[in-house]
């Protein structure tokens, strides 16, 4: 099995920045495909970012190019979604995944941490 814990969710002005973690702990692998999505209040829940295991390979949803960032540190077993220019809009639970590859789909994602609330005040 394999545990991911997400951190640094909030509370933030629009135009802001955060910053969350992804620790992930248990039979985890360095050549998992990391992602990141969000579900806002009543809507599905959507692709953010994702990076494959050598971060060579990475992909954005385009409502988040050019504002968000994602990276990961294979050697602490941790993965970062860097959050600059925050809307409303941005306002989710954003979750990270674990997959075998790297992919826009949830499907592809086998383990999947609890989540993290960020909240971006207008």
């Known amino acids: 099995q394999v545990q991911l814990v997400e951190s640094g969710g909030g509370l933030v002005q629009a135009g802001g920045s955060l910053r969350l973690s992804c620790a992930a702990s248990?039979?985890?692998?360095?050549?998992?495909?990391m992602g990141w999505f969000r579900q806002a209040p009543g809507q599905e829940r959507e692709f953010v970012a994702a990076t494959s295991s050598s971060g060579g390979s990475i992909y954005y949803a385009d409502s988040v190019k050019g504002r968000f960032t994602i990276s990961r540190d294979n050697a602490k077993k941790l993965v970062f979604l860097q959050m600059n220019s925050l809307k409303p809009e941005d306002t989710a639970v954003y979750y990270c995944a674990a997959g075998p590859f790297v992919a826009t789909t949830m499907s592809t994602y086998d383990y999947w941490g609890q989540g993290t609330q960020v909240t971006v005040s207008s």
């Open positions: 248990g039979r985890t692998r360095s050549s998992s495909a």
